[in-house]
């Protein structure tokens, strides 16, 4: 893992002046920005030759997008079916139209996480030849997000990271490992009577997402390079993980109701100026310095720096977005295939995620902007984590918040818990 930079002067006013408006983006499925409706046509096309469905979660995106398509292509026009703003709706949905035949979507919009299981159940075709559209062109862990069991099955579309946000007026520089969060952020926190860290740390995919941080920024690995065998129990990694979990809970560096927060919870309780330090998604800087009408408390005292690792070289993030895929029922399966190589690899389509707020997944927009805070976003994704796409893993991220949660608060024993997601991470590729 290459080392990122850190600067130690980047203030919110100097992200929030810049060329990136990193201001709704968030990972998929983790956040509650207001959302759209869904389950509607976006209306971009009064004769569309095939249908795009994908979550109405960054809406103005994907509408920039198709429209960007329409114009340069007048005679093949995509209309976008607009999902329910949640993760589990629109994975029902998707579903709902597969088991039934019906075959009303030709492009499908994937969770990063769905691909090994809409692949397992035939529902999206092979993309494998498509591969060296986007190996060289997007972003490693997009990619490796896009194939199940080295197949290719979707190409990668947009992206996102996590960040460490910390109070310049009471740290003096980001940490670069987890124990110097623990420590400074205790010591600050002492001194103004507030809490040392926010974050993730309710029973949902969010807290699974926090884990996994630290269990990669221990330097562990879930799966083999086949994904067909849990490596999680190898090394000390995930033990590592959730011992500093369960020690910083019992020395009170997680907020009061941490175990119950969400990041909107986490982002309130920082921007009134109750917290030394928070990890939370992009949407949150513009909130914190006082944009869009927001009062905030820390306006002029936070920045935003990579996520530590235990051994000090390098940032762990999860990496989020959204891949697209072709569905197996599609009747226009060479026009799908078309446009979602396009959507991936075509300069004008990934700017326009970046114009409307959504990190795009092209390695080259990254590597030619002259902006540091954009520089570094580009450092976090390049070396993000992507959670594996094998078929099970709603099993597996349950099994996380089961036994993990509960056992870094003391409630149930720690080896038993690991014991158990070691077991779920198998169970998720279908080994016995």
Known sequence: MSEVPRPAGHTARAWAAGTLALGLALATGCGEPPQDEGDETAGLADDPEFV???GSSDRPAHEAVARLWNEQNPDRQVEIFFLAATADEQRQALFQDLQSRAGEFDVLGLDVIWTGEFADYGYIESLEDLRPEVEDTSLEGAVDSAQWQQEMYALPYSSNGAFLYYRTDLVDEPPTTWDEVLETGTEAAEEEGIAPFVGLGDRYEGFVLSYFELFWGAEGELYDEAQENSTFAEGDAAETALDFMVRANEQGFFAEGYDSMVEDDARALFQSGEAVYMRNWPYAVPLLAGEEGEESAV????????????????????LGGFNNAVSTLSENDELAREFVTWAATDPEAQDALLDNSLPPTMQSIYDETEDPDFQMLGDILADAEARPPVPGYNSLSLAVQDHIHPAFLGQTDPDEALEAVDEAAQDAVGEE
């Open 52 to 54: 795009w469905a994908i």
């Open 299 to 318: 306006a002029d005292d936070f920045a935003v720096a990579p996520l530590p690792t235990f051994h000090g070289e390098g940032s762990t993030s999860v």
